[in-house]
């Protein structure tokens, strides 16, 4: 008899071990990504690459990869599908190699490569956000870049990026902290992009991975 219990017991354990393993779990205050991008070949998304003798966005094992060769020079890969409307977004990032005074970002809500909102940091601490236009402006939500404590600063230092739109209201962010908000209805929806940027020193290398996007709201 005692052996019959334990198998039962054992049964019922292994059943309900299965069933959660079918399943998927919610966890109050976390969504499901609706897209997550681990960079690893052959399993990749929809990203446009380039390659020039200025500079290169390429894929390799775990990371996206931009290499930039000339100064003051914008280099980004977009994810040309889907197209995102309200979402929260999470990225890591590092520069690998140059001067920690170079940037990379977030573009987001892209409707081509001369229209989007662009979240920037530089790897000796200095955030900022933009909109650029279709007749070439921009618009500089905080004017000139702003220092933030919350951003490690370094070369091979990552950093986690965070983005939260909703509507009109973008929040950014950095290692979990908020950096700004601001509201702008110039652009509903658009595509993702990940971005490097250089200043007067070059060549640099800027290393992207995790990219998780979620509906907003989640923690």
């Given at each position: ?18 069933s ?16 997550r ?32 060769n ?65 007749d ?31 509507g009109s ?17 110039t ?33």
């Amino acid at each position: 008899m005692a052996l019959l219990k334990k198998t039962v017991v054992l049964l019922f354990v292994s059943l309900i071990l299965i069933s959660c393993s079918d399943m998927d779990l919610k966890i109050p205050g976390v969504s499901k990504p609706i897209f997550r991008e681990d960079f690893v070949l052959g399993q990749t998304g929809s990203w446009f690459l380039e390659h020039d003798e200025s500079g290169s966005t390429t894929i390799i094992p775990e990371q996206l990869l931009i290499e930039i060769n000339d100064p003051q020079l914008v280099q980004f890969a977009t994810l040309t599908e889907p197209a995102f409307t309200d979402f929260s977004l999470e990225v890591e990032g590092r520069i690998l190699s140059g001067s920690p005074h170079s940037s990379y970002g977030v573009l987001f809500r892209m409707q081509n490569p001369q229209q989007f909102y662009r979240f920037e940091i530089t790897g000796d601490g200095t955030y900022t956000l933009e909109r650029h236009d279709a007749d070439g402006s921009r618009t500089l939500f905080m004017g000139d870049w702003q220092d933030a404590d919350s951003i490690n600063q370094g070369l091979n230092v990552v950093n986690r990026l965070g983005v939260e739109a909703e509507g009109s209201n973008i929040a950014i962010l950095v290692n979990g902290v908020v950096l700004n908000q601001v509201s702008d209805e110039t652009y509903s929806s658009g595509y993702i992009g990940l971005d490097a940027g250089t200043f007067d020193i070059v060549p640099i290398q800027v290393a992207f991975d995790n990219l998780v996007i979620r509906l907003p709201g989640a923690e």
